[in-house]
T-cell receptor
């Protein structure tokens, strides 16, 4: 079945460090890919998305590129801030599916 | 803007008591609506989704039920809560044929 695998956390970084959270997927079709962020005690917010191969989603300094050849959608940020501390979820949705498939989430803690 | 309202935001219920969580959506007609649960230490699990009034699909067998009495209203219920029902419940919406799902702020349920 369709699935998303993301690196397990927790990830702890110092402020201004470079961030990569790996995400790979398995899908029977051609999915759209998403990163959601969940700040402590809150719901999920859409961070960025990409709908076709080689698309790059970006928002708030975060980027992820849809790599069909490696079935990956790794999240990156060049310089993290304390305010980026949150849980990050990679997800996919297949066209016509109406349902998101989530990874298990990666908790990021950024220390000053 | 398209807003999702969930209430109550937090509740503590005894085992065996009933449950009703309500979700309403503004700014869009005929949305797809979803209930997800996030249990402690676990990922996001799709519980129910609905593509229209009275149309409910259940993803996993469980102690919960869902109803959609109006186009923009989605209710999660239980007749008798179990300890294992504790968790963070998220309502979500998407456009019909759209490929992006947006989440509400969530409701924290603790069953004691």
């Amino acid at each position: 079945g369709d699935s998303v695998t993301q690196m397990e956390g927790p990830v702890t970084l110092s402020e201004e460090a470079f961030l990569t959270i790996n995400c790979t997927y398995t899908a029977t079709g051609y999915p759209s890919l998403f990163w959601y962020v969940q700040y402590p005690g809150e719901g999920l917010q859409l961070l960025l998305k990409a709908t076709k191969a080689d698309d790059k989603g970006s928002n708030k300094g975060f980027e992820a590129t849809y790599r069909k050849e490696t079935t990956s959608f790794h999240l990156e940020k060049g310089s993290v801030q304390v305010s980026d501390s949150a849980v990050y979820f990679c997800a996919l949705i297949l066209g016509g599916s109406e349902k998101l498939v989530f990874g298990k989430g990666t908790k990021l803690t950024v220390n000053p | 803007s398209q807003t999702i309202h969930q209430w109550p935001a937090t509740l503590v219920q005894p085992v065996g008591s009933p449950l009703s969580l309500e979700c309403t959506v503004e700014g869009t007609s005929n949305p797809n609506l979803y209930w997800y649960r996030q249990a402690a230490g676990r990922g996001l699990q799709l519980l129910f989704y609905s593509v229209g009034i009275g149309q409910i699909s259940s993803e996993v067998p469980q102690n919960l039920s869902a109803s959609r009495p109006q186009d923009r209203q989605f209710i999660l219920s239980s007749k008798k809560l179990l300890l294992s029902d504790s968790g963070f419940y998220l309502c979500a919406r998407s456009r019909v044929g759209g490929n992006t799902i947006y989440f509400g702020e969530g409701s924290w349920l603790t069953v004691v």
